[in-house]
């Protein structure tokens, strides 16, 4: 199968590192960003979730219909409707894109964040509930005819939907965490796992691990496996390597003036941002050019490790995180639209073509 490469569908200009101009919501920068991304060779963009942010679903219709190949990858939390609402929103999506949502659950690993819009559910509870919201998701997708739904979460009677997904048999439902309870459940439902960057022994035994709990879980085929970094390119590796200082420094600026994107709490909740802090503490350079400095300077907030180096240095790099079992590749940079741009132009045909070689001496 063919590798693919997740961008970000964001809706304004700012970053870690730089000011938005305006709002936070954006339309013509909205679509303009999306439109790169398609002309520059990704697959998909992600509409990001926040609890005070502009609303992904929304977001991603605006993508949809200004753009004709690219797909859209919604961030939705359980906490937020009812999952047979949420079907139909998502179907609904599925048509005005003709076919190309996917879905990314987001369980949420902050007590706090999730008590911003009135979900006081311990973080345990929180992945029992997206297990259940998943499994209603998939019926209601693909049953046609009524049916009944008990739960610990949610319990409804009689249901059945009158608008489908385009695709078929239904979207794919992406799903991201590193606790064990996110484990269980993403192993278990999801059509994708997500990782954050991590050197590559670490993310070896993350993959072995969802492959196994995997096929614990009675499953023929395991979840696709998508890796996310942050790439800081240059022409030479000095160039690379002074400008993810100079990321640091900005990120760190934007800090010491109160001005804060993106950044994780002193002491996360979330397994996944402990992982990128421990790592940190490991040292700043991990195998040959991952980067932990990002992630130390935004406490580990999301997908923070960077990759660093000249097109060809990153793409090697990615290239060997295919070799682990990796499908799916998330980047974005520091200057969200230019380094969409030139991650497009200068890395991406690089790996596709290195992919497409091996896979035609194998075959």
Partial sequence: MPIEFLGIGATHDGSETTPRSGGSFDPEYTVRLARAHQDHGWDRVLTTYGSGSPDPAQAAALIAARTDTLQVLVAHRPNLSIPTFAAKTLATLDHISGGRTTVHMITGGSDHEQ?????????????DRTREYIQILKQVWTRHEAFDFSGEHYRFADFVADVFPVQQPRPQVSFGGSSDAAYAVGTAEADIFC???????????????????????????PPRIQVAFRPILAPTEAQAWAKAE???????????????????????????????????????????????GTAKATGGAG?????????????????????????????????????????????????????????????
């Fill in 246 to 292: 100079d990321v640091v420094r900005r990120i760190e600026a934007r800090k010491a003036g109160g001005q804060q994107f993106r950044l994780a709490p002193a002491s996360p909740e979330n397994t996944g941002s402990q992982r990128l802090l421990a790592i940190a503490d490991r040292g700043d350079r991990h195998d040959r050019i991952l980067y932990s």
């Fill in 115 to 127: 008590q911003r819009e009135g979900d006081f559910l311990p973080k345990d509870a929180r992945y």
């Fill in 195 to 221: 990782l954050w960057g991590e050197p590559l022994a670490d993310t070896r035994e993350q993959i072995e691990r969802v492959r196994r709990e995997a096929a614990a879980a009675g499953r023929a085929t």
């Fill in 303 to 363: 997908n923070s490790n960077a990759l660093v180096g000249t097109p060809e240095q990153v793409a090697e790099a990615l290239l060997e995180y295919v070799d682990l079992g990796v499908d799916i590749i998330s980047a974005r940079g520091y200057d969200t639209l230019q380094d969409a741009v030139d991650f497009g132009d200068q890395v991406i045909p690089l790996v596709r073509a290195e992919v497409a070689r091996r896979e035609a001496v194998a075959a």
